[in-house]
T-cell receptor
Framework: EAGVAQSPRYKIIEKRQSVAFWCNPISGHATLYWYQQILGQGPKLLIQFQNNGVVDDSQLPKDRFSAERLKGVDSTLKIQPAKLEDSAVYLC??????????????FGPGTRLTVL | GEDVEQSLFLSVREGDSSVINCTYTDSSSTYLYWYKQEPGAGLQLLTYIFSNMDMKQDQRLTVLLNKKDKHLSLRIADTQTGDSAIYFCAERYSGAGSYQLTFGKGTKLSVIP
C-alpha cells in the first residue's frame, strides 16, 4: 500500500511571499490532518478534514493559512503571506476513520519550509 | 488544556536498555502512543496502550502506564544504532468529537556503538 505523499519536500521563500503544500493521503482514508512541526517541538495540529469537510480548524491561523480538500482526497495547505515564524516542517497524516476506533494515523515525510 | 512532557535527550550504549519517560495531563485520555521520527522522515507509530492497561509488550518494546501519576514510559531492550531517532509520546483526546493527538516535544535517543 502506498503511503501518504507530500510535495514539495523542501521550500525556501522570502517573508511575505505565498506558498502551497500538497498532500495525497492513503487511498480510502477519509480523515486527513495537517500538522506544523517547529524545530525542536512535537507536531501541532492545524486542521482536520473528514472527507471534504472541516472537522476542526481551531488552531489554524486563518488570517494567513488556508486549507482545502475539495474532492475529499488530495489536500492543499496555503500560507499567504508567510512570516519568519512559519519556518517549520508541515506534516500531513491520514486515517481510515474519524472516531470510534483506534485506527492509526499514517504520516507523510513532510515539507520543510524555510522563510527568509 | 492538554499537555505532554518528555525529557529532551537520552544517550545509551548499544546493547543496553533505553527508557524514555513521558507525563501527560488529560486524565480522560483513552489511548497513549509512542511515535518514532528518523531524520527527514515523518512519524512512524511504534506502539500504543489503552488506558485500562498497565503494561504492553511488543518484541523489544515495553510500555508501562501509571494512570495515577499520569506517567508513561517506553523501554527498548537491546538498543541498536538503528534505534537512534526522536521518540514522541502522544495522548489521544476527544477534541471537537474527533480523534486527535497531542504530542510531546520528543526525546532524542542517541545510541553509542
Amino acid at each position: 500500500e502506498a503511503g501518504v505523499a507530500q510535495s514539495p519536500r523542501y521550500k525556501i521563500i522570502e517573508k511575505r511571499q505565498s506558498v502551497a503544500f500538497w498532500c495525497n493521503p492513503i487511498s480510502g482514508h477519509a480523515t486527513l490532518y495537517w500538522y506544523q512541526q517547529i524545530l525542536g517541538q512535537g507536531p501541532k495540529l492545524l486542521i482536520q478534514f473528514q472527507n471534504n469537510g472541516v472537522v476542526d480548524d481551531s488552531q489554524l491561523p486563518k488570517d494567513r493559512f488556508s486549507a482545502e480538500r475539495l474532492k475529499g482526497v488530495d489536500s492543499t495547505l496555503k500560507i499567504q503571506p508567510a512570516k519568519l515564524e512559519d519556518s517549520a516542517v508541515y506534516l500531513c497524516a491520514s486515517r481510515f476513520r474519524a472516531a470510534g476506533e483506534n485506527n492509526e494515523q499514517f504520516f507523510g515525510p513532510g515539507t520543510r519550509l524555510t522563510v527568509l | 488544556g492538554e499537555d505532554v512532557e518528555q525529557s529532551l535527550f537520552l544517550s545509551v550504549r548499544e546493547g543496553d536498555s533505553s527508557v524514555i519517560n513521558c507525563t501527560y495531563t488529560d486524565s480522560s485520555s483513552t489511548y497513549l502512543y509512542w511515535y518514532k521520527q528518523e531524520p527527514g522522515a515523518g512519524l512512524q507509530l511504534l506502539t500504543y496502550i489503552f488506558s485500562n492497561m498497565d503494561m504492553k509488550q511488543d518484541q523489544r518494546l515495553t510500555v508501562l502506564l501509571n494512570k495515577k501519576d499520569k506517567h508513561l514510559s517506553l523501554r527498548i531492550a537491546d538498543t541498536q544504532t538503528g534505534d537512534s531517532a526522536i521518540y514522541f509520546c502522544a495522548e489521544r483526546y476527544s477534541g471537537a468529537g474527533s480523534y486527535q493527538l497531542t504530542f510531546g516535544k520528543g526525546t532524542k535517543l542517541s545510541v553509542i556503538p
